[in-house]
């Protein structure tokens, strides 16, 4: 990595917290990713990318602020990236998958608060996240309770913050709801940048968007194959970076990969050996450098197929219609692909339960491992349905709670072990 201290500096980082930080991913990283064994060459790629998160691609959204090109920062895939990029914007997903400067975390949160939300609150507060730091607008979205009233105290600490409401059923009043909040969202964004939005700008949004989304699902896909092509974690880690990277570089290389595990799969290679345990991760987004779990699964021989997560198949899986031609048209079809969102804020949430089935079938699941992280009411509530609806079908499964520290690592492999035994 080239010298950046001077452009860290310049963002406001607090540079002994940011190098300790930095040494802690670097060690993981190589210690859970780069020992893997029959990783594809394509891989390569999105190695480096990791390695210069901080660094190059910091120093790519200078320059596109330089040559004026605003940054959005957003935690959530309900923020929908296809009007970010109408508006000429660039659309980064903002730092939530570890623990940091949680003393002074809980000075401002209560205890009990789930990871996720502490996380992002101590990437602020620890001034290590350069995505925050260059962000021209932070746009917060009310999923959770948790995020909608800790949102209350983060807004005090950006300037810049821009809070969406979001409906929580799906209702006909629901939709319009949404459609208002859309609405609002492109005005603020035509304020910030003194560009109006056009019919053609939209259609260039969603066809980036879409083409993204084709890939993942592509590699998605690829992993139904025995022996898998890819590991988990690496499959995980790319459409983890799908929230940095520059969008169409992005699809470049993942469609590159995806023709390579093609080979594979023809040649019967995989990262994995033939007929190991196949499982299926479904709950809680993942967000980098949260790799506990699917580390400690893979771990025991098993390898992950598919992963029904924000940072995953739910965050990817549906395309926005562009057949409109007038801006009403295209905004009807930007609300009625994120309504298909089976979060676990929604209620009811049948689609989400039919969604999980379909995914191990389609993937081949032996078992399904639903990932909770503590305090997320949402997904933990929903866990007990997920289970029991799932276990009518004969899938097996294994719910987990837990949160980013390493102080459960013991319990959990000796959970996910007995698992994988049973559905060997």
Request: aromatic residues 8%.
């Amino acid at each position: 990595m080239a010298d950046y201290t001077q452009m860290w500096t310049d963002l406001g980082l607090n540079h002994d917290n940011h190098n300790a930080l930095l040494d802690n991913l670097g060690q993981a990283y190589q210690s859970i990713f780069m020992s893997q064994e029959n990783r594809p060459e394509g891989m390569s790629y999105f190695d480096f990318v990791m390695s210069e998160a901080h660094g190059l691609r910091i120093q790519e959204l200078r320059e596109e602020q330089e040559a004026g090109r605003k940054i959005i920062g957003s935690f959530c895939v309900f923020v929908p990236e296809e009007i970010i990029l109408a508006a000429g914007c660039t659309a980064v997903g903002l730092c939530a998958g570890a623990d940091f400067a949680q003393e002074e975390v809980e000075k401002v949160l209560p205890r009990n608060t789930c990871s996720l939300i502490k996380s992002f609150f101590g990437f602020k507060l620890g001034k290590v996240c350069p995505y925050m730091e260059v962000s021209d607008m932070i746009v917060g979205e009310n999923t959770c309770d948790g995020k909608k009233k800790s949102f209350e105290v983060f807004k005090e600490m950006v300037p810049n913050f821009y809070q969406m409401d979001l409906p929580q059923t799906k209702t006909p009043m629901a939709r319009h709801m949404l459609k208002q909040e859309f609405k609002s969202f492109v005005e603020k964004l035509e304020e910030m940048t003194g560009k109006s939005i056009s019919v053609e700008d939209l259609k260039q949004g969603i066809a980036t968007v879409n083409a993204k989304r084709k890939a993942l699902r592509r590699l998605s896909m690829l992993r139904a194959a025995d022996p898998a092509p890819i590991s988990g974690l690496d499959a995980l880690l790319i459409n983890q970076i799908a929230f940095l990277d520059n969008p169409i570089r992005f699809t470049e290389k993942v469609n590159a990969i995806c023709d390579e595990l093609e080979l594979l799969i023809k040649e019967t290679k995989g990262a994995k050996k033939a007929k190991a345990p196949r499982v299926l991760i479904s709950g809680c987004p993942m967000a980098i450098p949260n790799w506990k779990l699917p580390s400690i699964i893979e771990s025991t021989g098993a390898v992950i197929v598919g992963e029904e997560s924000c940072i995953g198949e739910r965050g990817q899986r549906n395309l926005t219609d562009d057949s409109a031609d007038n801006l009403d048209g295209l905004m009807n079809a930007i609300v009625d692909r994120y309504l298909k969102i089976d979060c676990a804020v929604f209620t009811p949430n049948q689609e989400r339960v039919n969604h999980i089935k379909e995914m191990s079938q389609q993937y081949n699941a032996d078992g399904v491992i639903h990932y909770g992280l503590q305090f997320c009411q949402p997904y933990i509530m929903e866990s007990f349905s997920v289970e029991k609806e799932l276990e009518k079908q004969n899938i097996s499964v294994l719910r987990l709670e837990t949160d980013y520290s390493q102080e459960d690592m013991g319990q959990l492999s000796t959970r996910v072990e007995a698992f994988v035994e049973i559905i060997k």
